[in-house]
């Protein structure tokens, strides 16, 4: 496979990741719903950062600063992107109470921009093996809800044919031998 079509898919992989895990925790955690301009822009921009880093390793820490700070600018962008006016709703919570149980609310947006980084940080850290998981996992359910025989086991390839070098003739080996001998008798030369 293309280099560049590993890095784009990895780029995409994680920008898809870090901001659909962070609108749904945050829209679960209380926060209004965005409009698409709120969703795309991030998204873009996610996927453009994410771009530029797929083509070289980062560290545990590098990843998890850049991830958190993915996540604060993902909260910001969805606030300011609300359907109804922040004023209005206060979104989140974050200034005043406006609701009965803003105070649980308040609480749970930080712990969900953080569980949302967490699955960000771990599926981007762990992607081969969680790929690899998920198409044996789609095996299994394909073999367990789908009628029809199970596929055979692959047969076993007999092996080939042993070649076996043949034996060296006898006249020369013994040719071989008598020239190796030492000889009591002058040169033929002489």
Do not use: C, K
Not at 128 to 148: N, T
Request: net charge positive; hydrophobic share 55%.
């Amino acid at each position: 496979m293309n280099a560049n079509v590993t890095r784009l898919g990895r780029a995409l992989g994680a920008s898809l990741l870090s901001t659909f895990s962070a609108l749904a925790l945050h829209v679960l955690a209380g926060g209004e719903s965005p409009t698409l301009l709120a969703v795309v822009a991030p998204l873009l921009a996610a996927f453009a950062v994410a771009f530029q880093l797929s083509g070289r390793p980062l560290g545990r820490w590098r990843l998890a600063a850049i991830v958190a700070a993915s996540q604060a600018a993902l909260h910001t962008t969805f606030s300011m992107g609300a359907h109804a006016p922040a004023a209005a709703t206060d979104h989140a919570h974050h200034g005043a109470p406006v609701l009965d149980g803003a105070v649980t609310v308040h609480a749970t947006m930080p712990v969900a921009h953080g569980v949302a980084g967490a699955l960000t940080y771990l599926g981007i850290r762990r992607a081969s093996a969680l790929l690899a998981a998920l198409g044996r996992l789609a095996a299994m359910a394909a073999r367990a809800f789908l009628p029809g025989p199970s596929p055979a086991p692959a047969a076993a390839h007999a092996p080939g044919p042993r070649i076996v070098p043949a034996p060296r003739a006898p006249r020369a080996v013994a040719a071989i031998l008598l020239a190796s001998l030492p000889s009591r008798a002058p040169p033929a030369a002489a």
